[in-house]
């Protein structure tokens, strides 16, 4: 049992440094994705059906021209980097706190366009 203990925690403790896939998507548009992902995946918790969370998960990377694959490839890479990928996460989560606070205070007049 101890044994066991030990392999797990120093295999936790080991990182391979993975090289950035060669198509790797830059930083700022990860985060808006990792953003957007989050949007889809509230969507699709309180009203998507599965045929439309395909089509608006291929919308989102059609506007961001990225494939389904170099978004995958890109998110191994930055997540094997853990300290820097808090930080990430941290930027999309101001970014969705953003679109809430837009959400929740909308424009009260025409004037205000």
């Known amino acids: 049992m101890v044994f066991i203990c030990f392999a797990v925690s120093s295999g936790c403790e080991e990182?391979?440094?993975?090289?950035?896939?060669?198509?790797?998507?830059?930083?700022?548009?990860?985060?808006?994705?990792?953003?957007?992902?989050?949007?889809?995946?509230?969507?699709?918790?309180?009203?998507?059906?599965?045929?439309?969370?395909?089509?608006?998960?291929?919308?989102?990377?059609?506007?961001?021209?990225?494939?389904?694959?170099?978004f995958v490839r890109s998110h191994r890479y930055y997540q094997n980097q853990i300290e820097t990928q808090q930080t990430r996460i941290d930027s999309a989560i101001s970014i969705l706190e953003r679109i809430k606070e837009d959400f929740n205070n909308p424009l009260s007049s025409p004037s205000d366009l």
Do not use: H
């Open 15 to 70: 990182q391979t440094e993975e090289t950035a896939p060669s198509d790797l998507i830059p930083e700022g548009t990860y985060i808006q994705l990792l953003a957007e992902f989050q949007v889809l995946s509230t969507y699709t918790i309180t009203q998507a059906g599965k045929d439309s969370v395909i089509t608006l998960k291929e919308n989102i990377l059609t506007t961001y021209s990225v494939s389904d694959s170099q």
